[in-house]
């Protein structure tokens, strides 16, 4: 399994929030399915209100997230 990291934006009432996400996932396919479900499911938003503006395969050793951090030991 690769180390994914989602970076984007939403709409959040007048202004945009960004978001970074690290995952684990098998492919970047994946990996966004898992963004757009997570985000839609917390923010009660669409697809089409999430814009991912890029998606990068990290090492395990630039991970910063505790949860992935804990799953890769």
Known sequence: MQVYRIRGWFKQGLYRQKF???LLALTKEHA???VYSELGSRHKLKRNQINIEDVAEINPKEVTD???L???E
């Open 20 to 22: 970074t996400r690290e």
């Open 32 to 34: 966004l399915e898992r």
């Open 66 to 68: 505790p949860r992935v």
């Open 70 to 72: 804990a799953m890769l």
